[in-house]
């Protein structure tokens, strides 16, 4: 998964069951997975000019801001239980600070278009975790999913590190960020708050912002700000876009469709986010690099497909 809402991954669990998707829904599953596999072409467009983490808690607050007066527009409460506002902090803290902090430092020494790989594994580390730590079946056809994806994976950023295109220390950035994103999926399997989508990532983004920004203001200087149109086209397409059209078109698409089937079309990820941070950033793209996309997309897919319903 790349830096968008942070409850797109876990909102697996809330869609309705519906079974396949007509084309007009998988027209708009496609669009969703374009927006959301630009994010880190835009973060690395925008940290040229912004201190990752300042631009991160900038991000936080318009998006939380922006996502909290549309849920009040709409008629959503946004009254909750000091149980769920911790346990909401909580996942800001993983799935916010974490995993896209760590993501948008790894920005400075590794691609873009490497970070989209490596953070697309999610739904199969997640779906693994699941299985070990919550008892969650696992099924041979996500065995082969796992091993095709993660085989995938280790295959790029072995031979990405070989070329020279990208930093081991930021790799292992990156590996911590889908770390911190794969726990954040696990807590709120767990502890799942009853906030509607709305709400719980308006939340998450505010609290995010409150613990990032002073860390970011006391490491990160003001001074390294550069106000220039690509830093301020990054920062609406990553706040406005990415975190609050992309969430909205996503929670429309838990209405209207399976979820378990909608992420399925996250096999479109790794793809996608070459082919961004090749025509954003012109960054090198190796024909091997396309050949290895091939099983981690697959291995997406087979972890997320749905199950046939029975007759």
């Not at 690395?44 to 991160?56: E, G, N, Q, R």
């Not at 719980?200 to 001074?223: H, K, Y």
């Not at 954003?280 to 190796?286: A, F, I, N």
Request: proline share 6%.
């Amino acid at each position: 998964m790349s830096p968008g809402p942070p409850l797109v991954t876990i909102a697996v669990e809330r869609g309705r069951q519906r079974s396949g998707l007509p084309l007009l829904v998988s027209l708009k599953v496609a669009g969703f997975c374009v927006v959301w596999s630009s994010a880190f072409s835009a973060a690395k467009l925008a940290i040229a000019d912004c201190p990752p983490l300042l631009l991160l808690s900038i991000r936080f607050v318009v998006a939380g801001t922006v996502l909290l007066a549309a849920a009040a527009l709409f008629g959503k409460s946004l009254r909750t239980s000091w149980r769920d506002v911790l346990v909401l902090a909580a996942l800001g803290l993983l799935n916010n600070v974490l995993y896209l902090g760590l993501s948008f430092v790894a920005l400075r020494t590794v691609s873009a278009g490497l970070t989209t790989i490596i953070v697309s594994a999610n739904p199969i580390l997640t779906t693994v975790a699941a299985a070990l730590l919550l008892g969650e079946r696992l099924s041979l056809r996500k065995m082969i999913g796992l091993i095709l994806g993660l085989g995938g994976v280790a295959f790029i950023v072995h031979d990405r590190i070989g070329r020279g295109f990208d930093e081991p220390h930021g790799i292992l950035l990156v590996g911590g960020a889908l770390a911190a994103l794969v726990t954040g999926t696990l807590l709120y399997k767990l502890f799942a708050p009853r906030e509607g989508l709305w709400v719980g990532t308006g939340i998450q983004n505010i609290a995010a912002g409150a613990v990032l920004g002073p860390f970011a203001l006391a490491t990160e200087s003001m001074a390294a700000i550069h106000v220039t149109p690509s830093l301020v086209l990054a920062i609406a397409h990553l706040a406005l876009i990415v975190s609050v059209a992309g969430f909205m078109l996503w929670y429309h698409l838990l209405d209207i469709s399976s979820a378990t089937t909608a992420s399925s079309y996250h096999f479109l990820m790794p793809p996608l986010g070459l082919i961004f941070s090749w025509i954003v950033l012109h960054e090198p793209v190796p024909m091997i690099n396309l050949v290895g996309i091939v099983p981690v997309a697959v291995g997406i897919y087979l972890v997320t497909r749905e199950r046939p319903a029975a007759p």
